[in-house]
């Protein structure tokens, strides 16, 4: 039983991700610059910096959309393979939502959301069924489920690829922009969703130039610039108390918008 329990709280404590000394080139543009992170479970960290701080380019290597020239990203302590079976499986265990919504436009809401679970996950039509209207009815767009997503506005669209995403049980989310498409009137619905799911416990890196959301909701911020992670803080302490001048410039120039 000792050391049953041990193991329980070892494997407690890893990181669900973590990433070590990662860089990235883009030819000879150097767009990770040493990154190192790591996400404990239940932890919300919103990354945040101006155009062109690498910030979705870092969202997109942890599970592996962007290839790395150097450096490890694990999963629960697995190192995320370059290719094949296994990849597709840790990847699986991490869900995405992109600035667009990257339905299956000619399937219906229904259809998007049981896909992968059927597919992947080898559930039963029923069972998938079942959950994914659990799951729309979650995120306030159950009445759509007939419906293809051209019949949705934008943000009901975003809500079901969280919807999607949430339907492969996964260790943790990956939200790259996720309100950066949608008109200002359907940003608020969809924010609201990801806060839910932050009280709720979920795992997730959030990409967001939304400041009031990223103060609201995160546990850590971190913040980027040409690559770096140049500083990294509570939001409390963050917002108030920015450690470097780019912080500070960068907080001051995003003031009045």
């Known amino acids: 039983m000792l050391s049953s329990t041990n193991n329980e709280k070892e494997g407690s404590l890893l990181p669900v991700i973590e990433l070590s000394h990662v860089d990235k080139y883009f030819g000879e543009l150097h767009v990770l610059k040493d990154i190192s992170l790591s996400v404990q479970k239940g932890e919300v960290v919103v990354i945040i910096g101006?155009?062109?701080?690498?910030?979705?380019?870092?969202c997109r290597t942890i599970n592996r959309l962007e290839t790395i020239d150097s450096g490890e990203i694990r999963?629960?302590?697995v190192p995320l393979p370059r290719e094949g079976r296994d990849l597709a499986r840790l990847r699986s265990q991490i869900g995405m939502v992109f600035q667009s919504f990257n339905l299956f436009a000619h399937k219906t809401i229904l259809d998007n959301v049981t896909l992968g679970p059927r597919d992947v996950l080898h559930v039963s039509r029923k069972e998938a069924r079942e959950e994914a209207m659990k799951l729309l009815k979650r995120v306030g767009v159950d009445s759509q489920a007939g419906k293809v997503p051209a019949q949705l506005s934008g943000g009901q669209q975003q809500r079901v690829a969280i919807a999607r995403s949430l339907a492969m049980h996964p260790k943790a989310m990956l939200f790259d922009e996720p309100t950066s498409a949608l008109d200002p009137e359907m940003i608020g619905e969809v924010l609201d969703v990801i806060t839910e799911l932050a009280k709720e416990g979920m795992t997730m890196v959030i990409v967001t130039h939304e400041m009031n959301f990223a103060r609201r909701?995160?546990?850590r911020i971190i913040f980027m610039d040409e690559g770096a992670i140049v500083e990294e803080n509570t939001p409390d302490e963050f917002?108030?108390?920015p450690s470097s001048q780019r912080a500070r410039d960068f907080l001051n120039s995003i003031k009045d918008h």
């Open 239 to 241: 917002f108030a108390h």
């Open 50 to 58: 101006p155009s062109g701080s690498g910030k979705s380019t870092l």
């Open 217 to 219: 909701v995160a546990d």
């Open 75 to 77: 999963i629960e302590g």
